[in-house]
């Protein structure tokens, strides 16, 4: 993405991240989803068009301007007495919880969106079994998309189509091959592994 910065140059910047940021807005704190992090970038860039384009009222007056929660309007600002908090900051409230509910998994979707055209991509799948949470947090995703890996690694990269994958043991059950191979890598790598040891 561009971004002009403080020497009049609009230079080149990487996304190094996605996430929720949390400002202060009046009297309440406001979360703003799938906000870029770019370390370079010198300040803080918000946009008036993105906000508006995920939902978010945005109400300028003079210098400043006023941000309300997604899908809420501006209200007049009465206060609640059994809570002690404005309509305003009820309603941000309210548009909080709602949108921690439906939060993006990022993870997720990128995993998901991993496809296997050459080498590198097995690898990059390799490298995220690394981190054992990450493995128990997906573990479901991860099943289908190492069966995925094998599939191309042994159709496309090797050139063999005659073995089925997910392969079957002697009882015809069906071998978890993420779960053979994190087996495998936490006993040290075995150069050869045999059903009995499974």
């Known amino acids: 993405m561009g971004v002009e910065t403080r020497s009049g140059m609009n230079n080149f910047l990487f996304i190094r991240g996605v996430g929720i940021v949390e400002m202060k807005t009046g009297n309440e704190k406001l979360q703003i ?7 370079d970038i010198d300040r803080n860039v918000l946009s008036l068009e993105q906000l508006t384009l995920q939902g978010f009222t945005v109400r300028r007056s ?9 899908f809420s309007t501006p209200v007049v600002n009465n206060m609640n007495d059994v ?15 709602e949108a ?3 939060e993006v998994d990022w993870n997720l979707m ?10 590198g991509d097995c690898k990059a799948l390799i490298n995220m079994l690394d981190d ?4 128990f947090k997906y573990k479901v995703d991860l099943q ?14 090797l050139g063999i ?7 079957y043991s002697l009882d015809q059950r069906k071998i978890d091959l993420l779960s053979l191979y994190m087996l495998v890598e936490k006993d040290g790598e075995y150069r050869e592994v045999t059903i009995e040891n499974i």
């Not at 990128?110 to 080498?119: N, P, Q, R, V, Y």
């Not at 054992?132 to 493995?135: A, G, I, K, L």
């Not at 998309?145 to 042994?154: D, N, P, R, S, T």
């Open 33 to 39: 989803p799938n906000v870029f992090y770019s370390p």
């Open 83 to 97: 809570t002690g908090l404005t309509k305003e900051e009820e309603l941000g409230l309210k548009e909080k919880k």
């Open 110 to 119: 990128i995993l998901k969106a991993l496809e296997f055209h050459e080498f």
């Open 62 to 70: 003079g210098d400043s301007c006023k941000i309300f929660p997604m």
């Open 144 to 157: 289908k998309k190492f069966e995925e890996m094998v599939q191309w690694f042994l159709n496309e990269y």
């Open 132 to 135: 054992r949470e990450y493995v």
């Open 161 to 167: 189509n005659y073995r089925p994958i997910p392969p």
């Open 100 to 102: 921690a509910r439906h």
